[in-house]
């Protein structure tokens, strides 16, 4: 009877899982000694869910948008930093409704520029492919013929340096815009050096100062009857883009050409 009894024991402590008491697994903590006892996992409060934010009527409409950006920036952190599916949901929803504001303000957007024609830059400026290309004609011909009348009462003054390489690049181009509008160009040279397109220039005294020259090449349109003085620009420019220049800057006023 006792050697049943000491089996029993050894089977209980060794081989047999321990019965649910109220000292369940005690044995395989006995480092705990009689402090068993654990504080439990303090509970999380679930954060609450933004609401979609739709505008408030009666409301500030810059502080409502402001309300608006800060519940989804704030939705989309959230998600970021603790992707659960809950989290990633709720800025779905709330950037889906996003999107939806933005299409439906797109579309009252073109319907009322397709109503009011004061409204509609497209009749300015075009930006369909073929009335693009009738804009672009009419002004390249408006812009020769303007430039073509300039040149009978302007010319332009030229400064460069004979060392400067881009003065050497761009003289050949000069030359060309004044042989194809006819326009007279007079060449100074701030060092006394020569252009091949330019062999004989004036060498300056103190003109470059008076117009404020900081850099070469650098082209003005001179008035000789009115006397007037317009910088046209500095660097390389291509003959359609002196062209454009003095158009825009003699017959255009700001903001007309756009």
């Given at each position: 009877?006792k050697?049943?009894v000491t089996?029993?024991l050894?089977?209980?402590?060794?081989?047999?899982?321990?019965?649910?008491?109220?000292?369940?697994?005690?044995?395989?903590?006995?480092?705990?000694?009689w402090?068993?006892?654990?504080d439990?996992?303090?509970?999380?409060?679930?954060?609450?869910a933004?609401t979609?934010?739709?505008?408030?009527?009666?409301?500030?409409?810059l502080?409502?948008?402001?309300?608006?950006?800060?519940?989804?920036?704030?939705?989309?952190?959230?998600?970021?930093?603790e992707?659960?599916?809950?989290?990633?949901?709720?800025?779905?929803?709330?950037?889906?409704?996003q999107?939806?504001?933005?299409a439906?303000f797109?579309?009252?957007?073109?319907r009322a520029?397709?109503q009011?024609?004061?409204?509609?830059y497209?009749?300015?400026r075009?930006?369909?492919?073929?009335?693009?290309?009738?804009?672009?004609?009419?002004r390249?011909?408006?812009k020769?013929?303007?430039?073509?009348?300039?040149?009978?009462?302007?010319?332009?003054?030229?400064?460069?340096?004979?060392?400067?390489?881009?003065?050497?690049?761009?003289?050949?181009?000069?030359?060309?815009?004044?042989?194809?509008?006819?326009?007279?160009?007079?060449?100074?040279?701030?060092?006394?050096?020569?252009?091949?397109?330019?062999?004989?220039?004036?060498v300056?005294?103190?003109?470059?100062?008076?117009?404020?020259?900081?850099?070469?090449?650098?082209?003005?349109?001179?008035?000789?009857?009115?006397?007037?003085?317009?910088?046209?620009g500095?660097g390389?420019?291509?003959?359609?883009?002196?062209a454009?220049r003095i158009?825009?800057?003699?017959q255009?006023?700001?903001g007309?050409?756009?």
């Open positions: 009877m050697r049943t089996f029993l050894l089977a209980m402590t060794f081989g047999a899982p321990a019965a649910p008491a109220s000292g369940q697994g005690y044995f395989g903590r006995q480092a705990e000694g402090f068993w006892y654990h439990p996992e303090p509970t999380r409060e679930p954060e609450e933004e979609l934010p739709v505008p408030r009527a009666t409301a500030d409409p502080e409502e948008l402001k309300r608006i950006q800060e519940a989804i920036a704030r939705a989309e952190a959230r998600a970021v930093l992707p659960t599916t809950e989290n990633v949901k709720e800025y779905l929803r709330l950037n889906q409704w999107l939806d504001q933005s439906l797109s579309d009252v957007w073109r520029v397709w009011d024609p004061s409204l509609d497209s009749l300015r075009p930006t369909m492919s073929l009335a693009v290309q009738q804009y672009h004609d009419q390249k011909a408006s020769a013929r303007a430039v073509a009348e300039i040149a009978g009462t302007h010319g332009l003054f030229f400064f460069f340096k004979g060392s400067c390489p881009y003065c050497h690049t761009f003289g050949p181009i000069l030359r060309q815009f004044s042989e194809i509008y006819g326009i007279e160009v007079l060449p100074v040279s701030l060092d006394g050096g020569v252009l091949p397109d330019y062999p004989t220039p004036r300056d005294t103190h003109v470059a100062a008076q117009l404020g020259v900081q850099a070469v090449p650098s082209v003005f349109l001179v008035d000789p009857n009115g006397r007037s003085v317009i910088p046209v500095n390389v420019m291509s003959v359609d883009e002196l454009e158009y825009v800057l003699t255009t006023a700001p007309e050409d756009y």
